[in-house]
């Protein structure tokens, strides 16, 4: 146990976080998503039962935002209705701006783009959450000493 740390950052979940660099990028999905096979070789972590704003809020809590890039978190666009924001993708941002800026906004991919981008990231983060399009990148940023 660790004081002031979220019990949903696991070891598996903190050693990953801690060994992003600058750019480097999480996929945070819900449970529909096909996180293991796009991770492919990368590391998928299983948040099973535990919801997206809960696992947002916990990592979050302790990943920095890269400020150098103009969209440092990317959602994917829903079918059909690509500007619309889904529920979770509105109490996703919410969350983003209490933890980072107030005048955060999303990038958005559409789905196919999002699956290819996906496979890049440095870890997926699969949570339990039954949400459609609970889907996300979020890019690490700097902690200037």
């Known amino acids: 146990m660790l004081k002031n740390i979220d019990p949903i950052l696991s070891p598996r979940l903190l050693e990953a976080l801690r060994a992003m660099g600058h750019g480097d990028e999480v996929c945070l999905v819900d449970a529909n998503f096909p996180a293991e096979s796009v991770g ?56 983003a701006r209490q933890h980072y800026d107030p005048a955060l906004n999303f990038g958005s991919l559409e ?24 889907c996300f990148l979020i890019k690490k940023g700097v902690i200037f000493g």
Request: no cysteine; glycine share 8%.
């Open 40 to 95: 492919g070789a990368r590391p998928v972590i299983r948040l099973d039962g535990i919801s997206m704003n809960q696992a947002a809020n916990a990592i979050f809590s302790v990943l920095p935002l890269d400020t150098f890039v103009e969209q440092p978190m990317l959602r994917m666009e829903m079918v059909g209705n690509p500007q619309e924001l889904a529920p979770v993708q509105v109490e996703v941002l919410a969350l």
């Open 111 to 134: 789905r196919f783009a999002f699956y290819e981008a996906a496979r890049k990231a440095f870890v997926v983060v699969a949570t339990g959450d039954r949400r459609g399009y609970g």
